[in-house]
């Protein structure tokens, strides 16, 4: 199985940005597609985004399309999230998953067996 550890998260003001790191160790990241997930309190957990595992492909949840971005660097074993015009309804913990090794690109999150610690993202109005 791949590890995965999430950092990046924090307090920030409405409009602000952040960018989410994590880390894969364990096996050939570029083996995995990826994709970041979200849950805020009292939620269920939501997909964001997802990246096949060349990066060439991405998707992003409608509701952060045009403000978040995922992207990938093989090199670094290293899963990104960029976020910008953060608003208070993006608070959450976010955690970034792997599916099974080898699949491609899915943004069921119930086809995700790998999941990080989480980080926390908080957006004050």
């Known amino acids: 199985q791949v590890q995965l550890v999430e950092s990046g998260g924090g307090l920030v003001q409405d409009g602000g940005s952040l960018r989410l790191s994590c880390a894969a160790s364990?096996?050939?990241?570029?083996?995995?597609?990826m994709g970041w997930f979200r849950q805020a309190p009292g939620k269920e957990r939501e997909f964001v985004a997802a990246?096949?595992?060349?990066?060439?492909?991405?998707a992003h949840a409608d509701s952060v399309k045009g403000r978040f971005t995922i992207s990938r660097d093989n090199a670094k074993n290293t899963l990104y999230l960029q976020m910008n015009n953060l608003k208070p309804e993006d608070t959450a913990v976010y955690y970034c998953?792997?599916?099974?090794?080898?699949?491609?690109?899915?943004?069921?999150?119930?086809?995700?067996?790998?999941w990080g610690q989480g980080t926390q993202v908080t957006v004050s109005s």
């Open positions: 998953a792997a599916p099974r090794e080898g699949s491609p690109l899915t943004t069921r999150l119930d086809q995700f067996l790998n």
């Open positions: 364990g096996r050939t990241f570029s083996n995995y597609a």
């Open positions: 990246i096949s595992w060349s990066g060439g492909v991405t």
